[in-house]
């Protein structure tokens, strides 16, 4: 009985080894299966226009809407291809575009209003801080 019991649990052990595959490689095709850097990089542009002409008291209407639908946009699509393979890595980019796309909708509504620009720029300035963070994760579960 023993024996068929260590027989067990050693080809289960072995099972699971064939199937398995390292976080890091997971992690470095994910990333470049999405095109996560530069998706990053464009949330990061994006979000410097928004406050740019969040900040700036002459932004008409338009202008508001135009680099407010692009972050909201841009964040959608960065926000698609997640899970990640880390649960943490794709918490802390989910709570980041989950802002930035909160900003980008408060920003769309702001027009003249002094306190709903301070509120996007609240969630915005939320949005890059955990944008920021869940790229640090992607580099540290990226890394062999």
Known sequence: MIQRVVVVLVAGVVLA???SIKLSTAMVGWVHDNA???SSKALSVDASHVAGALRAASSSVNELHTVC???????????????TPDDQATKLLSGAYENLAGAANECYGADASPLKRARALAMLARGLAKLSEGVA???VASAP
């Open 36 to 38: 996560f850097v530069a």
């Open 17 to 19: 080894g064939c199937g």
């Open 69 to 83: 639908g692009v972050l909201l946009l841009d964040t959608q699509k960065a926000n698609t291809p997640l899970p």
């Open 137 to 139: 994760r992607v580099a």
